[in-house]
């Protein structure tokens, strides 16, 4: 049998090349005897009427011809299809070339058996077609992992997207603020609680690293809209190098029957000869890959899918006992039983870069790649003779700038949001002439931000005294970390100012900091740069609104605090009852101009270091009003906690209820950003208690970027004191007649 499909295989063939040369030649030797060559466009307009029927009889042959062709191809695709399961390959005709390339008769749509022309073929997907993506996403990595992959959607897209995430509640916090923020025109983002959905797959044991969210999948007809017909469902380490439009029309192919498409396994799991004693789930032929799925759920619904995945999970179970590759496990099960219901995806839409993979068989040139899908725990240190390929793409969009994502899509209007229609109608207000349009316009930018871009972990403390040190920092700082955690055992609030790729360099000295790794209950925030100014004060706010304690402790990244202050600072919050009263507890500033500092131990220790000339109050030598207030002279000798009156341009570093009031984000740069919330403080009736044995101590470091700028530009100055006068005048809006000191004291400077 084998040896008989193998010669009629070649004879047709043979056939099939003579026939299509032969009328070729015939069709060319006809043309070249009116003086006219066969390689004229076959849909120029106008045609004179003397070539009309000329060219009817000419599109008569070649349709004859065609057909004649069409009848050797599918008898060559039933002989080829008898061959390969003779040999017990299911599915691998597929690898270079599938159903949706070369459909049988049966699967053609009406334009394919028609005369085919390239001059009037409709696209498989319309214009301004919605897509809908589906993700399964839990945790902080995943929430991390799956921005790459919205990145590679976004960077080739040209229609308009829905996504819709099942996720915990630490995605759901993290993605619906990266999403709000980022602000991308004509996509929708939708949530969906995992909790409510983990009854329906906790009964099911699974030994695959992705737990109980990796059984997320089967529950989609559930989650999801009732009204909604089909969508594409992604694993979150997938890179797409293609327009997703094109994974989305193949629903268009699909025949009535089919329900779910699916790209073959590249690996021999499902062949179990992997190892000695390998079983594993039953699966057709080699089995499918969930990485990629179109699901079309109006018929999964029709065919009570839910019910049907169940029963399978169940039977398999009795023997199986558990899953060893989550869902994927129980898809297979249940599409060897209905294998009419599967719909093969070119192996290509699902490169898989698997331990075992046989990936490598499916394509000759890597730049036809749609999708990778980095499948193996190893992830980028996966082998692969072409993973640089693979990882330069990943790294592209790994820290590609998302600014430039939010570009609108030409011919699909867009619902603008609320807050969109708002910010366009405050920056059309601007006036462009105005010396200080710059630094308004940056008070109105809209900041990607990234909520906990590392693992975070916090147990409240039981008396509801816990204190949150909170600080912002940008690349140039990064240095500050780990001498901050060691001094410093309570909860971290830090927000970043970095772009995509500083991003990345951050996640890598993270994880190769033993310190910086066994610190959980640091909360790092990233607030991606755009615009020409350092947006200070909205990062600080970042960090602020993102501390999970009753209090905080509000500082700079520059500034190491004494050993043994967290606790100090919890037994000052009881002792001042700052729970029911306005206070703002002080903290003394130092400064050093050593590199390397012996930090004191101890008030006696720093005072013997301050008389020495080791250490200074800080910036005495150059901004003395800043710190002045504090009464250093009478902190040497103090034992208990003592009140000091607001003065001008006093900016002390404070512990005060998480509830106080926001940096005022329209000082970006260098000067007043500390200042004003100082003064706001005082506004509010915030007493300032100096902590008699609390001290912190500024490490030395190069003058940033918009210090230089102040000191070099007038206009800059300018400009930052006309912010001053209307941050005044709001104040005295805001708070009456208590808030004219403000202005008494300024116009006495």
Same mark, same amino acid.
């Given at each position: ?29 006809g043309n070249l005897e009116n003086g006219r060559s066969l390689l004229l466009a076959p849909c120029l307009p106008d045609t004179p009427a003397a070539q009309v029927l000329e060219r009817a009889v000419l599109e008569s042959r070649v349709r004859e011809v065609e057909e004649e062709n069409r009848q050797i191809r599918l008898q060559l695709s039933q002989s080829q299809g008898a061959a ?46 919605l897509i809908h993506v589906a993700c399964v996403c839990a945790g902080h990595n995943a929430s991390r992992d799956v921005v790459t992959l919205v990145k590679s959607v976004l960077f080739h897209r040209r229609n308009p997207l829905h996504f819709h995430f099942i996720t915990d509640s630490v995605a759901s916090r993290i993605l619906s603020s990266l999403f709000r923020s980022w602000m ?25 690293y992705s737990g109980i969210y990796g059984l997320m999948k089967l529950t989609l007809t559930k989650a999801l809209p009732s009204d909604l017909a089909k969508v594409i469902v992604l694993d979150t380490d997938i890179t797409f190098a293609t327009d997703i439009a094109e994974l989305w029309g193949i629903f268009k192919k699909f025949t009535d029957k089919q329900v779910i498409g699916l ?253 910086? !790794?066994? @610190? ?6 990233? /607030?991606?740069? *755009?615009?020409? $100014?350092? =947006?200070?004060?909205? #990062? &600080? ?92 002279? !009478?902190? @040497? ?6 009140? /000091?009156?607001? *003065?001008?341009? $006093?900016? =002390?570093?404070?512990? #005060? &209820? ?92």
């Open positions: 049998m084998h040896l008989l499909c193998r010669g009629r295989l070649k004879l047709l063939v043979a056939s099939l090349t003579a026939v299509v040369l032969l009328t070729w030649l015939y069709l060319l030797a390969q399961l003779a040999e017990g390959n299911y599915g691998n005709q597929q690898w270079g070339a599938s159903a949706d390339t070369v459909p049988e008769d049966g699967d053609n749509t009406a334009e394919e058996k028609s005369n085919h022309t390239d001059c009037s073929r409709s696209p498989l997907v319309q214009k301004c077609e991308v025109p004509s996509v929708q983002v939708s949530f969906y609680d995992a909790e409510e959905l983990k009854s329906e797959v906790s009964w099911i044991p699974n030994k695959h790209v073959e396994n590249q690996s021999d799991w499902y062949l179990g000869n992997l190892w000695k004693n390998h079983k594993p789930w039953p699966a057709l032929g080699r089995g499918f890959n969930t990485g990629v799925i179109l699901l079309y759920l109006e018929r999964l619904r029709r065919i009570s899918w839910e019910q049907m995945w169940r029963l399978t999970a169940e039977r398999e179970l009795m023997s199986m006992l558990s899953t060893s590759l989550a869902d994927q496990d129980i898809f297979n099960a249940f599409i060897k039983q209905n294998p009419v219901l599967v719909h093969q995806l070119p192996c290509f839409w699902n490169v898989q870069l698997s331990d075992h993979t046989r990936s490598e068989q499916c394509y000759t040139e890597v730049s036809d790649l749609k999708v990778i899908h980095w499948n193996s725990p190893k992830k980028l240190r996966v082998k692969n003779k072409h993973v640089e390929f693979f990882r330069n793409l990943y790294l592209t969009f790994l820290e590609y700038d998302g600014n430039l994502l939010r570009r609108e899509l030409f011919g699909c209007p867009s619902q603008a949001s609320p807050e969109s229609v708002r910010l366009q109608a405050a920056l059309e207000e601007l006036d462009e002439d105005d010396q200080c349009y710059d630094f308004r316009r940056e008070r109105l930018t809209v900041h990607r931000v990234h909520l906990y871009f590392l693992q975070y972990e916090y147990t409240p403390a039981e008396d509801d005294t816990d204190v949150t040190l909170v600080a912002q920092l940008s690349m140039d700082r990064l240095q500050m970390l780990e001498a901050i955690c060691k001094h410093w055992e309570g909860p971290i609030s830090l927000a970043l100012y970095m772009s995509d790729a500083e991003a990345q360099q951050f996640l890598r000295y993270a994880q190769a900091s033993e310190v910086l !790794k066994n @610190r959980k209950n640091v909360g790092y925030h990233i /607030v991606y740069k *755009e615009g020409q $100014f350092y =947006p200070v004060n909205l #990062v &600080r706010n970042v960090a602020l609104k993102n501390a999970n304690t009753p209090y905080v402790f509000l500082t700079d990244v520059d500034f190491l605090p004494m050993y043994g202050l967290y606790d100090y600072l919890r037994k000052s919050i009881v002792q001042l009852d700052v729970a029911r009263t306005k206070k703002a507890l002080v903290v003394p500033a130092f400064e050093t101009l050593r590199y390397r500092l012996s930090f004191p131990k101890s008030k006696a220790e720093l005072l013997s270091m301050l008389d020495m000339g080791t250490l200074y109050t800080f910036r005495y030598h150059v901004w003395p009003k800043g710190h002045a207030p504090t009464n250093y002279a !009478k902190w @040497r000798t103090a034992t208990t906690p003592y009140k /000091v009156e607001w *003065e001008s341009d $006093f900016e =002390p570093y404070v512990v #005060v &209820r998480r509830d106080c009031p926001e940096y005022d984000q329209r000082f970006v740069g260098f000067g007043w950003n500390k200042v004003s919330h100082i003064m706001e403080l005082d506004a509010q009736e915030y007493d300032l208690m100096v902590l008699p044995n609390a001290f912190m101590i500024h490490m030395p470091h190069a003058p940033s970027f918009d210090i230089s700028k102040f000191r070099s530009s007038s206009s800059y100055r300018n400009c930052l004191n006309t912010l001053k006068d209307e941050f005044h005048q709001d104040l005295s809006r805001k708070y009456g007649a208590a808030a004219l000191k403000y202005l008494t004291a300024q116009r006495n400077i």
